[in-house]
């Protein structure tokens, strides 16, 4: 073990801290202790100096992992594997002949009226696994106890558990982003963000600088989140249609059906930088936070990922090839809302399969997970953005 002297060290620091010197370069690297990948052998103790030092507590790194991508698991099921959906059109209305009855003519009432119905089919499936080898006696030579050694074992289950999380969160998130491509596509096509605002994908800074902020100095997507006054404006607009959506319609999804998401079947996603935006800029200045605050919703950091460093651009922004083919490369997404029925993980099977090697003594063990992935075209789902 190497033992230093810092009583000099430790004088210029007091020195530092009462005010009765300057500030200086300090050297930290013979205080502070980063350690090594290999345990240096010969280390020995500081007495006689011939004995080997020993370890003397071992900290296995086992912090269980949650994840933090939005809940859209849905149902599974053992047999069969296809997901079938099927929907009825609204039938049309007709002349209600009660009330204009004629001498004479004839009222049929056999007539057949076929009602208008449709289905799609859900059959893809995606999967993958995480192998791993697992010893025992091998490995005991390393540890002081069967205790630490079940609780290597166990750091090595909850490694590859992460990494399962890990794993499932992204394909989560992908299949929103999935829904949010093809939005995006069958709203603008070509033509680019900032060119206007529809229904399903609403640039929010375009209606705030042709609408209220009209013949100001137009905002920009980089300043409007500091802005409380387009954040409120955004909150208004999201509430709005978070209310709309609750009314039939066939504006709110690409496939034009009729449709309706009431309350209790809204799911929210929003970027965390938007949502602690209107949290600081809106609730810190009013007392009425019930009329400002943001409908209840899941937070995500980023849509696809961080980027090198959360930068908004990198945060906000989508590039993929959409499930039609389509590529998508799109920034500035601050929240999407959308029907629980619109996407999901249907029939997720996490399961383990091992295998134990005699001639090696060691253990094989898979780690699988299945499940379909699937974005229905027909159900509400809206897009908002700053572009």
């Not at 005991?140 to 630490?148: I, T």
């Not at 949502?275 to 800029?281: H, M, N, P, T």
Request: proline share 4%; with cysteine.
């Amino acid at each position: 073990m190497l033992v230093t002297q810092i009583a000099e060290i430790m004088n210029g620091v007091t020195s530092e801290i009462l005010g009765e010197g300057a500030v200086v370069n300090e050297d930290l690297s013979n205080i502070i202790d980063i350690g090594n990948q290999i345990f240096d052998a010969t280390s020995i103790d500081n007495y006689v100096r011939s004995l080997v030092d020993k370890v003397g507590r071992v900290v296995f790194v086992s912090r269980p992992y949650a994840g933090g991508a939005p809940s859209v698991l849905r149902d599974s099921w053992e047999f069969g594997c296809v997901l079938q959906k099927i929907s009825a059109d609204l039938p049309d209305a007709t002349e209600n002949e009660s009330w204009d009855l004629r001498d004479g003519e004839s009222y049929d009432p056999n007539i057949f009226y076929k009602p208008s119905v449709s289905a799609k089919f859900f059959s893809k499936r995606v999967t993958f696994e995480v192998p791993m080898s697992f010893t025992e006696l091998q490995v005991k030579s390393a540890f002081n106890s069967a205790s630490e050694l079940n609780s290597f074992i166990s750091m090595l289950y909850n490694a590859v558990d992460k990494a399962m999380t890990v794993k499932l969160d992204a394909l989560v998130m992908r299949t929103i982003n999935a829904m949010i491509g093809e939005t995006i596509h069958a709203e603008y096509g070509s033509a680019q963000l900032a060119s206007k605002s529809t229904v399903k994908a609403v640039n929010l800074l375009y209606e705030y600088n042709n609408g209220p902020n009209a013949g100001s100095t137009p905002i920009t997507a980089g300043a409007a989140l500091t802005d409380p006054e387009f954040i409120r404006f955004a909150v208004k607009q999201m509430n709005i249609v978070r209310n709309r959506m609750a009314k039939i319609s066939t504006l709110f999804n690409i496939g034009g059906k009729d449709r309706f998401t009431p309350v209790e079947y809204m799911n929210a996603v929003m970027l965390s930088d938007f949502k602690e935006s209107a949290d600081v800029y809106l609730q810190s200045d009013t007392f009425h936070d019930e009329y400002t605050r943001l409908a209840p919703a899941d937070v995500v950091p980023y849509w696809q990922g961080s980027g090198t460093g959360y930068d908004f651009n990198s945060i906000s922004k989508i590039d993929i090839v959409t499930p039609s083919g389509d590529t998508v490369q799109a920034g500035g997404i601050l929240a999407v809302m959308f029907d629980r029925d619109a996407l999901g993980v249907a029939n997720l099977d996490r399961r383990t399969t091992s295998n134990y090697n005699p001639k090696a003594e060691f253990y094989n063990n898979w780690f699988k997970m299945d499940a379909g992935y699937y974005a229905d075209l027909n159900e509400n789902f809206v897009v908002f953005l700053i572009a």
